[in-house]
């Protein structure tokens, strides 16, 4: 029906996609990180 339009812009709909996927994932894993320093610096408030 449409497959050739639909080629032409899978490329950046997939790059699109990747992006917001890849942004998405560094964004959890810094989430993550700050929520272990966190963690850890309680740890080290509740010790002293």
């Given amino acids: 029906m449409g497959e050739h339009?639909?080629?032409?812009?899978?490329?950046?709909?997939?790059?699109?996609?990747?992006?917001?996927?890849?942004?998405?994932?560094?964004g959890l894993r810094v989430v993550e990180d700050l929520g272990h320093l966190l963690e850890a610096e309680r740890d080290l408030a509740v010790g002293e």
């Fill in 5 to 26: 339009p639909g080629q032409a812009l899978d490329p950046l709909a997939d790059d699109g996609v990747l992006a917001a996927q890849v942004r998405r994932g560094v």
